[in-house]
């Protein structure tokens, strides 16, 4: 690394004040704060000794999602060569995935970090390094078969009207990698929903099976939950699905490193895990008997492993900006996740994946239970004393 820190510190005087780079600085600075310990200090405000600066909590996330994001690479060829009836092995399933999912991966970065180059410019302010998980976050959350053009407006409307607008990294009220998913779906359903979860690349010499279906877990759910894949295959992964939404495992292994960093509270993904449990508990109670087949059977550990819910609970709602921040109010910001992912998935026939919009949801009241936590804890301390 001497070598290109003597090269940075070469060419840093033209980025410095007076330097004929000057405006070109957030952008030089984003680099070499990314590559080495930034060498100033807080010079206002509170005063904090941590080893983990933004930079190295968002790398940490990275990290987590690795796991998904290689195995969904896996499990795009798998689907693909499945629905052609074709046998390969591990490598080549992989390699089709990797052509596939690297230029949503790599459109998401250039245009998203784009945008902040030039917001930060246009401000004279420090490149916020926020955009690091969200750029992983949203190729994760999208079908394989998405246009690239849509990967790169969907990232445009995230950092612009969901962070930049309100201020940047840290300001922001709602996840911003979810809000370019509901912006594709919203915008472009077609592209969002229907049989569009599997690359269909034709294969010379081969035809799609006569077994073949596009159909998610979710759109059998909605129809007769006994139609779904079996609940190794669902907690696997090897299912039809956003790329890296599928496997519950690979989610279970960020996870863990989440919560053993401390980058992740454990609180809200276990409190999300019980709120979909109770509610799917309370919808087999109230289950109409003459219909066996109704979503309101679905065992109610279903919910925990069909759909993106895993994926969801734990990247998405816990992420420190949108989400509750009292530890009480974590408690109840997941558990109401998880009872409005099972309430709209059974009620709501036209969105049956609803984790997306129970965490925005929840991102918009986050603040609120905040408040109420806050004012009764000083309630009882008055009451007390």
């Known amino acids: ?7 940075i510190d070469s060419v840093k005087p033209h980025f410095k004040k007076g330097g004929k780079l000057e405006k070109f600085h957030p952008a030089f600075d984003a680099l070499e704060t990314f590559l080495f310990v930034p060498g100033h200090t807080t010079e206002q405000g509170v005063h904090i000794r941590d080893a983990m600066d933004l930079k190295r909590t968002m790398f940490l996330v990275i990290v987590a999602l690795i796991p998904t994001l290689l195995f969904g690479m ?3 060829g798998y689907q693909h060569y499945l629905a052609y009836g074709m046998q390969t092995t591990l490598m080549e399933n992989f390699l089709f995935g990797f052509q596939k999912v690297m230029p949503i991966v790599i459109v998401s970065y250039a245009v998203g970090l784009g945008v902040e180059f030039i917001f930060a410019i246009l401000r004279g302010h420090q490149v916020s390094e926020g955009y690091l998980v969200t750029g992983m976050l949203i190729p994760l959350t999208l079908p394989v078969t998405i246009p690239l053009w849509m990967v790169a407006l969907s990232a445009i409307f995230c950092t612009v009207l969901g ?13 911003p990698a979810l809000l370019a998913r509901a912006f594709l ?9 229907g049989d569009i979860w599997t690359d269909l690349s034709p294969e010379p010499g081969h035809a799609l099976v006569d077994a073949y279906s596009g159909a998610t877990n979710l759109v059998a759910f909605d129809v007769d939950y006994t139609q779904m894949s079996s609940v190794s295959d669902m907690f696997w992964g090897f299912e039809q699905g956003s790329i890296g939404e599928t496997s519950v495992f690979a989610c279970l292994i960020g996870a863990l490193i989440l919560i053993l960093s401390g980058v992740g509270s ?28 109704h979503a309101m059977h679905t065992p109610a550990y279903y919910h925990l492993l069909v ?14 900006v949108s989400a509750a921040h009292t530890e009480t109010g974590k408690w109840i910001y997941g558990i109401l996740i998880g009872v409005f992912t099972v309430i709209l998935r059974i009620f709501n026939p036209a969105y049956p994946e609803a984790v997306m919009l129970s965490i925005l949801l929840m991102n918009v009241f986050a603040p609120l239970i905040d408040h109420l936590v806050i004012e009764q804890h ?5 009451k007390r004393a």
Do not use: H
Request: hydrophobic letters at 50%; one cysteine or more.
């Open 163 to 175: 962070k930049e607008i309100f201020g940047g990294t840290g300001m922001n009220f709602m996840n």
């Open 185 to 193: 779906f919203f915008a472009f359903p077609a592209y969002m929903s």
């Open 266 to 293: 454990w609180k809200i993904i276990v409190s999300s895990c019980l709120g979909v449990v109770g509610m799917g508990l309370l919808m087999n109670v109230l289950a109409p008997a003459d219909i066996p087949t």
């Open 74 to 76: 896996w499990n795009v």
């Open 378 to 382: 000083i309630k009882k301390r008055i």
């Open 1 to 7: 690394m001497k070598p290109i820190q003597r090269v």
């Open 307 to 320: 759909g993106s819910f895993a994926f969801g609970a734990v990247y998405m709602a816990t992420d420190p």
